[in-house]
Nanobody, 118 residues
Framework: VQLQASGGGLVQPGGSLRLSCAASGSFSSISAMGWYRQAPGKQRELVAT???????NYVDSVKGRFTISRDNAENTVYLQMNSLKPEDTAVYYC?????????????WGQGTQVTVSS
């Protein structure tokens, strides 16, 4: 199983970016998918999650600016980030809780850098 993340980059404050993360490989089901981030010198934190049914959860600092969505047919999760702030600068990691073989696993993507700076 592999999670491939993309879409990071350098953007000015107030700008937008869209992250994507596609799961591939041998699995039969995906439940929750999400995005986490880790800024330099800080612990990794939850940004947003989405269940297979579409229920979402956000950290307070991104509410109203970020939107998580998913395409179940494509096993892909997205993070639309608007009104970006310098404090959003971090490496963003996607996470997927999926069923493979006989049990559930948590898989992580490789991380994509988001830098918000003028």
């Amino acid at each position: 199983v592999q999670l491939q993340a993309s879409g990071g980059g350098l953007v000015q404050p107030g700008g937008s970016l869209r992250l994507s993360c596609a799961a591939s490989g041998s699995f039969s089901s995906i439940s929750a998918m999400g995005w986490y981030r880790q800024a330099p010198g800080k612990q990794r934190e939850l940004v947003a999650t989405i269940t297979s049914g579409g229920s979402t959860n956000y950290v307070d600092s991104v509410k109203g600016r970020f939107t998580i969505s998913r395409d179940n047919a494509e096993n892909t999760v997205y993070l639309q980030m608007n009104s970006l702030k310098p404090e959003d600068t971090a490496v963003y990691y996607c996470n997927s809780h999926l069923f493979s073989g006989t049990r559930w696993y948590d898989y992580w993507g490789q991380g994509t850098q988001v830098t918000v700076s003028s």
